[in-house]
């Protein structure tokens, strides 16, 4: 079973028109689709670049930020599921920050060939998602979703600095772990890596990294952006010695490609130097 994924360095970008970002966002699903990506994944908070749209008393405030984006959900979503479907890939689209009942979450979509349209709730909100932007947690589950035979999750940016939420999904079927991410800076980025790693090496898994780059200054949300694209495993003798499949250059934009062969996954479960997977459960079960 090997999969060939897209990840992005996806720079926050300024549009002049709802039909400027459309064909913008096109041709980055083109461009991955002609590589024969199967499956593509974008940042958190990559539709944050649709606040270019807003007026300038919108872009200034945060909370005006959150209502004026709630208008574009839909092309949002058609645009996405529409390609899915067209290009006949799984997309994780840039996560939304979206409206629900009273509260603003922070939302993965993903969007499948055959038109269904799935989703992640981030979990654990930052210091600024909380006391600035008031970002609330979504639904607390998180979720496992099959594409072609293979069992992936999402954590979403700060959720995964948490053991734990890998750990869960592991336990319940995950090969694959999609990170999807926004930073300021370097040291948000290298958390995010770090957590990244940690979680290939815990629960003997991949996990791909995508995250935002470039400056936005018309977004007070997401003004500045340090990100790098990645692609990690477990540290053992199917795999590098230090579990760096791929990375790229920090704030190039564009994908990083990488085929995962997921059947090394059960193997290294079975046959490794040391039984992570293996002891993590009996530590879960205790």
């Avoid at 989703?119 to 594409?147: A, H, P």
Wanted: glycine content about 6%; hydrophobic content about 35%.
């Amino acid at each position: 079973m090997k999969l060939k994924i897209a990840s992005a360095q996806y720079p926050i970008t300024y549009f002049k028109s709802l039909t400027e970002w459309k064909e913008h966002t096109q041709r980055w699903i083109d461009e991955a689709c002609n590589e024969q990506a199967e499956v593509l994944l974008f940042p958190e908070y990559g539709s944050m670049e649709l606040t270019s749209l807003l007026s300038t008393d919108e872009q200034a405030s945060l909370e005006k930020q959150l209502s004026g984006l709630q208008q574009f959900v839909q092309p949002f979503k058609e645009l996405y599921q529409k390609a899915a479907q067209e290009k006949n890939v799984l997309i994780i689209a840039p996560s939304f920050p979206l409206k629900v009942e009273n509260l603003h979450i922070n939302r993965a979509f993903i969007f499948f060939p055959d038109g269904n349209i799935e989703y992640q709730d981030k979990q654990m909100m930052t210091r600024f998602e909380n006391e600035e932007w008031f970002i609330s947690t979504g639904e607390k589950n998180l979720k496992v979703f099959t594409y072609n035979n293979i069992q992936f999750g999402i954590n979403i940016c700060y959720d995964g600095e948490f053991p734990n939420f890998a750990q869960e999904q592991s336990i319940n079927g995950m090969q694959v772990l999609l990170h999807p991410s926004c930073t300021e800076g370097k040291t948000g980025m290298e958390r995010v890596h770090v957590g990244a790693r940690a979680r290939a090496l815990e629960n003997q898994i991949y996990v791909v990294v995508s995250q935002t780059i470039g400056d936005a200054p018309w977004s007070i949300a997401v003004d500045r952006n340090t990100g790098t694209a990645a692609f990690y495993s477990t540290c053992d003798h199917l795999f590098p010695s230090d579990g760096i499949l791929l990375k790229g250059k920090t704030n190039e934009a564009g994908w990083l490609y990488q085929t995962l062969d997921i059947s090394l996954i059960e193997e290294i479960r079975k046959t490794g130097q040391v039984f992570n997977y293996q002891d993590m459960l009996q530590i879960y079960k205790k």
